[in-house]
């Protein structure tokens, strides 16, 4: 298949503990990572999309199933010895995270994969590195980039904590045309606590984006700098809501070349996603108009 959108990044398996629902419940290995959630989007923005992945042979055969009955989809995937697994607790302003487990690097794997217009690189913990940053700017038009994946390491309790290499980051943004920071993860990296100023520390020459889950999200593009407002919605789960985001803002803006249309398209189909607990896929509703609606709260911030 000739693909107009590839992403990259492992396909995980999550278990969760969510302490917002009364009382807090376990659930046993949900499908999760950046690709998976990127799923639910696909049958909406009937766009052909490729995901370059790798999971392990102890994959259950259901999530299999679920994966290969989606239409547009084509799964490029390096069988490893296991796959990537995490345990979340998610509290309502915080979470947890450990890892689990680890499926292979797949940057040699990738290397051997078709380009297409767009990519999407949204690596979960250590899968990718700056080669296959090179191989996806020379391979495609438009490059997305959610940094989250680069921005990890483990402390001694295997706990997901924040390592920041700025000179490897700073190569890294300027491989890609979107950028996806969530708010604390720019204001370390940035050395800024008001969004304003967040945004003026990080490079001008391409579209950033820093999220705010409820708050919304701001952007700089061509030096200027703008702030939407989420639409109002019961959240269940907000895990993959940003994964969803740069999915849709990356098949609009393939159509439309319109960054603005673009990101509020993909604001309205986060929002569907965060009401969902699960990984299905999105329903069928009127998400430009959607858009439309959340392109009316866009404001100035300079």
Known sequence: MKADLNIISHIVLDDKIIHSLNPGKETQSELGGPAAYSTMAIPVINLKTRIITAIGKDFPEAFIHYLSAIENLEIETLISENTTRFHHEIYPKYRILRLLAQ?????????????AKACLISPVYKEITSKTATWA????EIVGLDIQGFLR????QNRIVWEYQKDEI???IKQANFIKFSFHEAQPFTAQTRLEDMLKKLPKDNVQIITMGKGGLAYSNEGSMYRLQAPKVKEKDPTGAGDV????ILAKYIHTNDVDFSIAYGMALAAEKVQLQRIQTLPSKGYSE?????LETLTKLN
Do not use: C, P, R, Y
């Open 103 to 115: 499926a292979e690097n797949i940057d040699e794997f990738v290397q051997k994969q078709k380009g």
């Open 137 to 140: 700017k020379n391979n495609h």
């Open 153 to 156: 390491s483990v402390d001694n």
């Open 170 to 172: 700073q190569w890294l």
């Open 245 to 248: 985001l740069m999915t849709a």
């Open 290 to 294: 959607i858009a439309e609606t959340i």
